[in-house]
C-alpha cells in the first residue's frame, strides 16, 4: 500500500473515532430511553391484568355462594338467584363444540401434516384454516343463527355448539398439523420398517406421540369458546331455565354476564361480577393446565430427539 | 368451511343489498319502523374503523415494547413469568374485559385522561364534548388492552425467529441495545411485527361484546363520531345489539349485511396479515417458524 | 452499566492513537512486566491475563494467559469443544452476551484492561472488529448499506467520507472489483465467500486496530477460504488479526504463531513453525499430526 493511502486511512480512522466520539453520549441516552420504554409498557400491560383479578375477585367473592352458583336467575330488580343454568349451559354447549369440533378439527390437522404433502389444495386448506382464525366470532354466530336457529326455527344448543365448534375447528387443526409435524420422522420409519401400514403408523404411532400436543390445541380452544359472548346471542339467545333439550335455548355464563351488566340494579351487577368470577376461574384453570402440558409436552419431545 | 361461512352470511344478506343497493354502506339512516325502513353502515363502519384505528396507535407501540423486553433485555427468571402472565391477559375472554371496564376501568378514563384533555384541550375539536366514559374512545383503550397480549405474543415469537448471528453482527459492530434493534433485529423481522399487529386488527375489528359494552351504543347519524368523546357504534356491537330484537326480516337482513361488510374486512386484514408472515419466514434465509 | 463515568474513558479509548499518548506507554510497562511465553518481534497488541470464562456452571476457559502481537496473525486452534471460540469472543467482550455467560480476568489493548468496570463493552467492539463463522449480512440491506452499517450506527454522518470508506473497506476486503457495479444490490445475493468477505468489509469499514475471526472458513469451500486467507496475509500488514479454526493446515498457512488449546486450557503458545515442527507438549504434537482432533 502507498504511502498516500496509507494518510488517507489513518484520515478516515481520526474522522471516524472523532464522529463516535461525539456519538457515544447520545447513543447511551436513546439506548436509557428505550430501555425505560420498554420497561414501561410491561408496567402499563400489568396494570390492567392486576386490576381487573382484583376487582373480579373482590366483587364476585360478594356473590359466592352455594345458591348463588346453584339457582335459577331471580326476576330482573330482584335480590338473589343464581347462575346455575348459565354454569350449566356453558358445559353442555361447549361440550357438545368440543365434541364436533375436535374430532374434526385433529382429523383435518392429522390429513394436512400426514396425507396431504404440499400440494395446492391442502396449502388452500391451510391458509383459509388460518384466515377463519382470525374471523370475528360475530361472523361464526351469524352462520349459526342461518344454518341452524333458521332450519330448526328455533335458537338452540345445537346452534350454540355449531357455532363455536366453528371457531374450534381451524384452532385444533392448525395445533394438531404443528404437533405432528415435530414429531421426528425416525419414529415414523422405526413402523415403515416394522411392514406396519401408513394408517396404522399414524394411528398408532404418530398420534399417540403428538397425543398431548393435540389436547394442548383441545384445550386452549375450549378456552377460547367457554369466554365467547356474541355467537351465543344470536344461537342460545340466553334463558333462565335450566336445560330442557337440545332444541331449545340455554344459558350461558358470558351471556348472562352481559345481560346481568346492562341492569341498573346493584344486585344484579354483584351476580355479574360472580360469575365473572366463576368464568374467569374455569378459564384460567384451563389455561394453566393447558401451560403445564405444553411443557410436558417440551420435555417430552426433547427426550425423544 | 370458508367459503360456507360466506355463502351463509352472503345469502342471509342478499335482501338488503337488493333493497338498499350501494347506499347501504354509504347511507346513515338506521330505522326498524315498519313502513318507513332505512338502513345505512357507514356510521357503523367509522366507529368500527376509528375505535380499531385507537386501539392500534395504543396497543402496537405497547405491545413492541413488552416484546422488545421479553426478548432483547430481560433475564430469564422475568422473562418466563412476563410471558406467562402476558399469555394470561390473552386467555381472558372479552366479556370479563367488557365487564371490567364498564364498572371500573372506564371512570379511570373519564376522570384521568378525558377530564383534563376535555378542560384544557377543548378548543380542538377532537376532544369537545363533555365526556361520559362510555365512548368511541373508552372503547378504543379497553381494546387496546385487550389486543396488547396477541400482538405482543407474536411479536415476541417473531423476534425470537430472528438469529442471534444478526444480533452479534451489529453487537460487533459496536451497536447499543437499540442500535442493534434498529439495524439487525427490525429489518429482519418488520413484516412478522407488522402481520402481528395485524392480526391484533382483526381482533379489534370483530371484537364483539366489548365494544357493545362500552362504546355508548348510538344510532342513526348520531352515531358519527364527531369528537373521540362521542358515543359511537360499531358493526358488530350493532350486530350484538339488535339482534334479537329485529323487528322484520329486512331489519335482520340488514343486521347480516353488516356481518358480511365485518366479515369482508376482516378476510381482507387476515389474509394480508398472513401474507405478510408467511413471506417473512419464507423470505429470509435461516428464517425457521 | 455506570453510564457517567464511561463517557470519558470512551474519549479516551477512541481518542487518536498518536505517539505521545500517555496511554501507551502504560501498555509498555505492563509488557514488559508479564512473563512471556513467546518473544514477540514486535510489541504486543492484546495481553490476556487469567482469564477464566463460564457458561452458566460450566467452565469453559481457566486461566489463560497470552500476548498477541501487534499487525500480525495469530490462530487459537484446538479440537471442537476446546473453548477457542469463547476465548475470541471474550477479547471483545461478546462472550457475556450469551445469556448465562460470565467471564472474568484481564483483557488488555493497549493498556486499557477491556474488563475495567469504567469500560463501556459497546465502545471496546468498536475497536475491535469481529467476523463470525456463517457469513451474516444484513439480509435487508445492500452491499453498500451493510459496510456502512457500522458508521451509520455510530452516528458517521458525512456521506462523503462513508461513500469512501465503503469503497476502501470493500477493497480491503478483496471484494471492490467483483461489486463496484451492484454496490446497490442486496448482501444476500452474493456467493458465501463473497458474503463473508462483505462482512470482512463491514468491520475493516469501523477501522478497528484488532480482527477477531471466528472460524471464518468453516462455512466456506476451498476456493473461498483461500480467499480469504489471502486476505489475512493481506490484512495483517496493518492489522491485529486473531483467527480461530480447527483447521491446522490453515493455521500453519496464515499464522504467525499459533496457540493450542485443550479443554479450556492453554496447552502450548508460541511461533506457529514451532508449533507445528518442534512441539514441547506431548498433546500438541499429537494434534498437529494428526491423531486426535
Known amino acids: ?305 | 368451511m370458508l367459503i360456507l361461512v360466506a355463502f351463509a352470511v352472503g345469502e342471509g344478506a342478499l335482501p338488503i343489498f337488493s333493497q338498499e343497493g350501494f347506499q347501504f354502506i354509504t347511507g346513515t339512516d338506521w330505522n326498524a319502523v315498519y313502513g318507513r325502513e332505512s338502513f345505512g353502515a357507514l356510521p357503523y363502519i367509522i366507529g368500527t374503523l376509528l375505535s380499531s384505528a385507537i386501539a392500534m396507535a395504543i396497543g402496537v407501540p405497547i405491545s413492541l415494547g413488552i416484546a422488545i423486553f421479553v426478548t432483547e433485555m430481560a433475564p430469564h427468571r422475568i422473562s418466563t413469568p412476563l410471558s406467562f402472565v402476558v399469555e394470561l391477559l390473552a386467555a381472558v375472554p372479552s366479556i370479563i374485559y367488557g365487564l371490567w371496564a364498564l364498572f371500573v376501568f372506564r371512570f379511570w378514563i373519564r376522570d384521568l385522561i378525558e377530564r383534563p384533555l376535555y378542560e384544557h384541550l377543548s378548543w380542538i375539536p377532537f376532544f369537545d364534548k363533555t365526556p361520559f366514559g362510555l365512548d368511541i374512545f373508552t372503547a378504543g383503550i379497553v381494546l387496546s388492552i385487550m389486543i396488547i397480549p396477541i400482538i405482543s405474543s407474536i411479536t415476541r415469537e417473531i423476534l425470537r425467529v430472528v438469529p442471534n448471528s444478526q444480533r452479534e453482527a451489529a453487537y460487533s459492530l459496536g451497536a447499543t441495545r437499540w442500535g442493534t434493534l434498529r439495524t439487525a433485529v427490525f429489518p429482519y423481522a418488520r413484516s412478522g411485527i407488522l402481520g402481528a399487529s395485524f392480526l391484533g386488527l382483526g381482533r379489534a375489528i370483530g371484537e364483539t361484546i366489548l365494544v357493545t359494552m362500552i362504546i355508548g351504543n348510538a344510532i342513526g347519524p348520531a352515531a358519527i363520531p364527531t369528537t373521540l368523546f362521542s358515543q359511537g357504534q360499531s358493526l358488530a356491537s350493532l350486530i350484538a345489539n339488535e339482534f334479537n330484537e329485529a323487528a322484520s326480516d329486512l331489519h335482520l337482513s340488514a343486521l347480516i349485511g353488516l356481518g358480511a361488510i365485518l366479515l369482508l374486512l376482516s378476510m381482507v386484514i387476515n389474509i394480508g396479515a398472513r401474507l405478510m408472515v408467511s413471506r417473512m419466514v419464507k423470505a429470509v434465509p435461516g428464517g425457521r417458524e | 452499566m455506570p453510564a457517567k463515568e464511561t463517557i470519558k474513558p470512551v474519549s479516551e479509548a477512541t481518542g487518536p492513537m498518536g505517539e505521545s499518548s500517555p496511554l501507551k506507554e502504560i501498555s509498555v510497562r505492563t509488557v514488559e512486566t508479564t512473563k512471556r511465553i513467546d518473544e514477540p518481534q514486535r510489541r504486543s497488541k492484546v495481553s490476556i491475563k487469567g482469564i477464566n470464562a463460564w457458561f452458566g456452571s460450566k467452565q469453559a476457559l481457566k486461566n489463560i494467559n497470552l500476548e498477541i502481537e501487534e499487525n500480525a496473525a495469530t490462530a487459537f486452534m484446538g479440537p471442537s469443544g476446546c473453548g477457542k471460540t469463547t476465548l475470541i469472543r471474550c477479547l471483545n467482550r461478546m462472550h457475556e452476551m450469551t445469556p448465562g455467560a460470565k467471564a472474568n480476568g484481564q483483557v488488555i489493548l493497549d493498556g486499557i484492561d477491556i474488563y475495567d468496570k469504567s469500560i463501556d463493552p459497546v465502545v471496546i467492539k468498536r475497536r475491535i472488529g469481529m467476523v463470525f463463522q456463517k457469513p451474516n449480512p444484513f439480509p435487508t440491506m445492500s452491499i453498500f448499506d451493510n459496510v456502512a452499517a457500522g458508521l451509520k450506527l455510530n452516528g458517521v454522518k458525512d456521506k462523503k467520507l462513508i461513500k469512501e470508506i465503503v469503497e476502501e473497506s470493500l477493497e480491503g476486503a478483496g471484494l471492490w472489483e467483483e461489486v463496484k457495479n451492484e454496490l446497490d444490490k442486496p448482501g444476500m445475493g452474493l456467493s458465501g465467500g463473497q458474503q463473508q468477505r462483505l462482512c470482512i468489509a463491514r468491520a475493516l469499514a469501523m477501522q478497528p486496530e484488532v480482527l477477531l475471526m471466528d472460524e471464518p472458513t468453516s462455512a466456506l469451500d476451498p476456493i473461498a477460504s483461500f480467499k480469504i486467507e489471502e486476505l489475512v496475509h493481506q490484512l495483517k500488514k496493518h492489522l491485529t488479526i486473531i483467527i480461530v479454526t480447527h483447521n491446522m493446515q490453515q493455521a500453519a498457512r496464515v499464522a504467525d504463531h499459533a496457540a493450542f488449546m485443550y479443554l479450556g486450557e492453554m496447552i502450548e503458545y508460541g511461533k506457529t513453525l514451532q508449533i507445528f515442527q518442534y512441539p514441547k507438549q506431548e498433546l500438541t504434537e499429537k494434534f498437529v499430526s494428526g491423531k486426535f482432533g
Open chain 1, 1 to 305: 500500500m502507498s504511502e498516500n493511502t496509507e494518510k488517507q486511512e489513518r484520515f478516515h480512522r481520526r474522522e471516524v473515532q472523532r464522529a463516535m466520539v461525539k456519538n457515544a453520549r447520545k447513543a447511551k441516552i436513546i439506548d436509557k430511553i428505550v430501555s425505560i420504554f420498554a420497561i414501561a409498557c410491561v408496567i402499563l400491560a400489568v396494570i390492567p391484568l392486576t386490576s381487573i383479578l382484583i376487582e373480579v375477585i373482590k366483587n364476585g367473592i360478594a356473590a359466592f355462594n352455594w345458591d348463588f352458583i346453584t339457582g335459577r336467575p331471580s326476576a330482573i330488580g330482584r335480590a338473589g338467584g343464581g347462575i346455575g343454568p348459565a354454569i350449566q349451559g356453558t358445559l353442555i354447549v361447549v361440550g357438545l363444540a368440543t365434541m364436533i369440533g375436535a374430532p374434526i378439527g385433529i382429523l383435518t390437522g392429522i390429513y394436512l401434516s400426514e396425507f396431504a404433502g404440499n400440494g395446492p389444495f391442502p396449502n388452500g386448506v391451510r391458509f383459509f384454516n388460518e384466515v377463519m382464525t382470525g374471523l370475528p366470532s360475530v361472523v361464526m354466530g351469524i352462520v349459526g343463527y342461518i344454518l341452524i336457529v333458521l332450519t330448526l326455527g328455533s335458537f338452540s344448543v345445537w346452534a350454540g355448539a355449531f357455532s363455536l365448534s366453528l371457531i374450534m375447528i381451524p384452532i385444533v387443526s392448525r395445533v394438531t398439523e404443528e404437533t405432528i409435524k415435530i414429531i421426528p420422522n425416525s419414529i415414523r420409519e422405526a413402523g415403515h420398517a416394522l411392514g406396519i401400514p401408513k394408517w396404522k403408523i399414524t394411528l398408532f404411532i404418530t398420534f399417540k406421540s403428538a397425543i398431548s400436543g393435540i389436547l394442548t390445541g383441545v384445550v386452549l380452544s375450549i378456552a377460547r369458546i367457554a369466554g365467547e359472548t356474541a355467537p351465543l346471542i344470536m344461537t342460545i339467545l340466553g334463558t333462565s331455565l335450566f336445560f330442557t333439550g337440545f332444541n331449545s335455548p340455554v344459558d350461558a355464563l358470558p351471556l348472562r354476564i352481559w345481560r346481568l351488566s346492562s341492569q341498573p340494579y346493584e344486585s344484579a351487577q354483584t351476580q355479574a361480577w360472580g360469575a365473572a368470577l366463576f368464568l374467569i376461574m374455569l378459564v384460567l384453570v384451563l389455561s394453566v393446565a393447558l401451560r403445564l402440558l405444553a411443557q410436558r409436552r417440551g420435555f417430552a419431545v426433547k427426550a425423544e430427539i
